[in-house]
T-cell receptor, first 113, second 114 residues
Framework: KAGVTQTPRYLIKTRGQQVTLSCSPISGHRSVSWYQQTPGQGLQFLFE???????NKGNFPGRFSGRQFSNSRSEMNVSTLELGDSALYLC????????????FGQGTRLTVV | AQKITQTQPGMFVQEKEAVTLDCTYDTSDQSYGLFWYKQPSSGEMIFLIYQGSYDEQNATEGRYSLNFQKARKSANLVISASQLGDSAMYFC???????????FGKGTMLLVSP
């Protein structure tokens, strides 16, 4: 069974640009969450999608957005990039259920210069 | 207040020894789940073990066990017989009733030496 796939693995962007990250969940998983990981702030929740609907959103500015498609694949978009957006962005998928574990992808490392 | 506290920024252990990584949590919910993840330098978060708040027995998965003390709100990870491949960051996380997001601690870096 294939794991969670995130593309691209690495990105370098310039301040002010926008970026789109992609996440393909494990087959059968309809819940997809996104996390930002930085050395200073640690792991912070961005948003969660289930059946194409955003179910939860973390405390991030509106420049961060996402969506989920009918095949459960998800994308997140960051507009008007800032230097502080440099981070590892992790996507996780899980089977619906209160206590099911989340399976993570290898992440997309975004560097904003 | 921090929901998940991992007080050990780094831990050193020799190969084949056991090591305990500490985790305390804060919640007013009666029903919650606690998770441990391992993050090698490659970046991927690898699920290790889960403990539900109503589980009476401590969870075990191979060399990993969770020392769950509900009254103390602690959920320490015990790794028995450490291996060189165990060197990584370890994160404790919690999911509370009514929410589907994971709240993570700051992590503990474990280094296993030969």
């Amino acid at each position: 069974k294939a794991g969670v796939t995130q593309t691209p693995r690495y990105l370098i962007k310039t301040r002010g640009q926008q970026v789109t990250l992609s996440c393909s969940p494990i087959s059968g998983h309809r819940s997809v969450s996104w996390y930002q990981q930085t050395p200073g702030q640690g792991l912070q929740f961005l948003f969660e999608y289930f059946s194409e609907t955003q179910r939860n959103k973390g405390n991030f500015p509106g420049r961060f957005s996402g969506r989920q498609f009918s095949n459960s694949r998800s994308e997140m978009n960051v507009s008007t990039l800032e230097l502080g957006d440099s981070a590892l962005y992790l996507c996780a998928s899980r089977i619906e259920g209160a206590w099911t574990e989340a399976f993570f992808g290898q992440g997309t490392r975004l560097t904003v210069v | 207040a921090q929901k998940i506290t991992q007080t050990q920024p780094g831990m050193f252990v020799q190969e084949k020894e056991a090591v305990t990584l500490d985790c305390t949590y804060d919640t007013s919910d009666q029903s919650y789940g606690l998770f441990w993840y391992k993050q090698p330098s490659s970046g991927e978060m690898i699920f290790l073990i889960y403990q539900g708040s109503y589980d009476e027995q401590n969870a075990t998965e191979g060399r990993y066990s969770l020392n769950f003390q509900k009254a103390r709100k602690s959920a320490n990870l015990v790794i028995s017989a450490s291996q060189l491949g165990d060197s990584a960051m370890y994160f404790c996380a919690m999911r509370e009733t009514g929410y589907s997001t994971l709240t993570f601690g700051k992590g503990t870096m474990l280094l296993v030496s030969p």
